[in-house]
C-alpha cells in the first residue's frame, strides 16, 4: 500500500530520533521558497523541516517542476532557460534545468518502479536509431494499446541486434503477459519473440507475435504510430547533450512525462490512470509525483 498526498499530513516524525512527539513551532525563511514551517520534536529537542522533494533546493519547486515540465514536453533547456529569465526575471542556467530534469526523472522513476500498472496486454513495439555525437544508439519502445501505458523501454549504443531485442522482449514479459506483440517485420523480432515467450518445456501461454509488415499490408496502425512519433520527435531535440550516462535518463523522463504528466489527446486521461493508478487530480503533476516520491522512499 502506498500512502498518497491526503494522508502526508498525519504524523511528522523527527529527522533525528524518529519520534512522532513533535509540534509545528516557527518557520525558517529562505530567499526563493519562502517561509518553511518548522517543527521541534519534544523528545530530542532538536528542530528540523519537513522533506516534501525540494530540500536544500536554492529555487521554488513552481520554477523547478515547471522547468521539467516544459523541457520534457518541448523546448530545449536553453529556451528553457531564456523564457524564465524574460517571463519570471529568475536567472538559471540550462545546466542546472537538465539538472533538475535528471535528478527528479531518477526520483521519480523508483517510486514508479514500485507500482504495478493493469494493463491490457495488446502490445505495440518499436525501436528507434538516435543520432548520438557519432553513435547511433537504438530506443526500444512499446506501448499498451488500451491504456497508451509504455510498459517497457531499452536503451542501448549498440545497433539493433537479437541480444538487444530479446532484452527488449523480456521487459514486456516482466510488464504484463501480452495477449500479442505486435512489431514490424524486422529480422531480429521472430527470435527474439520465440526465445522469450517459447521455450520446448513451456507452453508460450498463447502470446500471439503479430507482424506488420507496412510494405506490403500498407495499413499503419495511426493511433499507436501518433505515440511512437510523438517520443521520436522530442529525442531529435536532444542534441548536444546525448552523453551516453544522460541520454537513458532524458529518455526515462520522456515516458515518465508520457504515462504520468500529460494526458492522451484520444483518451483524454493519462495513461498510468487508464492502468488503475489514482490520480490525484492536481494540476502540477510533476510536483505532485515528487511529492509522492518523497513520500514513499525506502
Ligand atoms: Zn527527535
Known amino acids: 500500500m502506498f500512502r498518497y498526498l491526503n494522508g502526508m499530513d498525519d504524523k511528522i516524525k523527527c529527522k533525528c530520533c524518529k519520534s512522532e512527539n513533535t509540534i509545528k513551532k516557527g518557520y525558517r525563511k529562505t530567499e526563493k521558497r519562502g517561509k518553511i514551517q518548522k517543527y521541534l520534536c519534544l523528545d530530542c529537542g532538536k528542530y528540523f523541516t519537513k522533506d516534501e522533494g525540494f530540500y536544500r533546493m ?30 519570471l526575471e529568475t536567472k538559471i542556467s540550462h545546466v542546472s534545468i537538465l539538472d533538475w530534469v535528471r535528478r527528479y526523472t531518477l526520483k521519480v522513476q523508483r517510486y514508479v518502479d514500485t507500482l504495478s500498472p493493469k494493463l491490457s496486454g495488446k502490445v505495440y513495439a518499436d525501436e528507434t536509431e538516435i543520432d548520438c ?26 545497433s539493433q541486434n537479437v541480444k538487444d531485442a530479446t532484452n527488449f522482449m523480456n521487459k514486456i514479459k516482466k510488464s504484463v503477459l501480452p495477449k500479442y506483440v505486435q512489431t514490424d517485420a524486422a ?3 521472430p ?41 521520436k520527435d522530442r529525442v531529435y531535440d536532444f542534441r ?30 493519462l495513461p498510468s490512470e487508464l492502468a ?21 522512499q525506502t
Open 240 to 269: 548536444g547533450i546525448k552523453a551516453l550516462w544522460s541520454a537513458p535518463i532524458l529518455m526515462a523522463g520522456i515516458v515518465l512525462q508520457h504515462n504520468y504528466i500529460e494526458k492522451h489527446t484520444t483518451t483524454g486521461q
Open 191 to 231: 527470435r527474439a519473440f520465440r526465445k522469450v515467450f517459447y521455450s520446448i518445456y513451456k507452453e508460450n501461454n498463447n502470446v500471439k507475435h503479430i507482424i506488420n509488415n507496412v510494405r506490403k499490408s500498407k495499413k499503419h496502425n495511426v493511433r499507436i504510430e501518433t505515440v511512437f512519433s510523438k517520443i
Open 187 to 189: 529480422k531480429f523480432y
Open 58 to 87: 536554492r529555487n521554488s519547486e513552481k520554477i523547478i517542476t515547471m522547468s521539467i515540465d516544459i523541457y520534457l514536453s518541448n523546448l530545449s533547456s536553453r529556451k528553457m532557460r531564456n523564457q524564465l529569465e524574460r517571463h
Open 133 to 158: 555525437e557519432k553513435r547511433n544508439d537504438v530506443f526500444w519502445c512499446s506501448v499498451d494499446w488500451d491504456t497508451r501505458y509504455i510498459n517497457a523501454t531499452l536503451y542501448s549504443s549498440n
Open 276 to 296: 488503475g493508478i489514482p490520480n490525484n487530480q492536481g494540476v502540477n503533476k510533476w510536483l505532485e509525483m515528487i511529492r509522492l516520491a518523497t513520500f514513499n
